[in-house]
């Protein structure tokens, strides 16, 4: 069985806020994740737009498929995974002399690919 993957690492955005976006696009074929992340005003849609690009560029590409040749129709995203990656952390002056930290989040996103003839 052959998937395909892409992954951007340490995107900036909270991975809370990715696994909504992720969640639309879940199980369906690639071209119609494409058209619905496209009219999503969430800023991790972008994000998750360009890994899908990328493991669909990866599936078709003809050395990494041994020949095999695709098309976008026939692939699925079979896992869409948004995992927490490491935090900036920050402080913020508090009253009486204390700090608080903010913790600016961001997300490791994955996405795997395969073709609808060898699920």
């Not at 990715?18 to 994740?33: N, S, W």
């Not at 690009?53 to 041994?66: K, M, P, Y």
């Amino acid at each position: 069985m052959s998937s395909y993957v892409a992954s951007h690492r340490n995107a900036r955005t909270s991975a809370q806020k990715a696994r909504l976006v992720a969640d639309l696009v879940r199980g369906q074929y690639a071209d119609e994740a494409l058209d619905t992340l496209k009219f999503q005003p969430q800023r991790s849609a972008r994000m998750l737009e360009k890994v899908i690009r990328s493991a669909v560029a990866n599936a078709l590409d003809v050395e990494q498929t041994g020949g095999r040749q695709y098309r976008i129709e026939e692939l699925v995203l079979t896992d869409v995974r948004v995992d927490g990656a490491s935090m900036f952390r920050r402080m913020r002056p508090k009253g009486r002399g204390s700090a608080h930290i903010i913790k600016k989040r961001s997300s490791h996103i994955s996405v795997k690919v395969t073709p609808i003839d060898e699920l």
